[in-house]
């Protein structure tokens, strides 16, 4: 494919590839130009390139491939985590990606602005009232559970 007013070796590896290509990519590519990303992706899914699509992405919405993109980086990531990790909490971002919403869906069902979401995504410590509205927006619900050697007790709050 050629990109928007960039020259570009032919057979450069998708890793080595301008931001502004990789998003050229995204915008305007079919599948056969997608393979190449995608291959690359599920070789480092913590990678440059994966980081790149992901902020892309995030950054420029495109209809439809955006919340695949998102979940094809998802599932790379979880398949190689899962890999050499048992199960890994997952961040609220992580959760609202893996079932295809952004942020902007997702304030706009919570009631809030963008930026506020991305602000709650990124606190270290978050009201349960407010985890439970998130959950709630993303089709869950919260559950709390205390743990404590071979004990598990689900807490039941005045909700």
Known sequence: M???HLELRPGIPPEDLP???VADLLERGDLADWKPLAEAIARDPRGKLAKSVSRLVDAYPMYGTS????AWTDRCRARIEGALYPAQPEDLAGLR?????TQVELADRIGMSQS????LERRHDVRVSTLRVYA???GGRLRLV???ETEKTEIRLGY
């Open 146 to 148: 205390f743990e404590r």
């Open 97 to 101: 990606r893996r079932l295809g919403a």
């Open 19 to 21: 931001s502004v290509a």
């Open 116 to 119: 506020d979401l991305s602000k």
């Open 136 to 138: 709630e927006a993303l």
């Open 2 to 4: 050629k990109h928007r």
């Open 67 to 70: 919340a695949l993109w998102r």
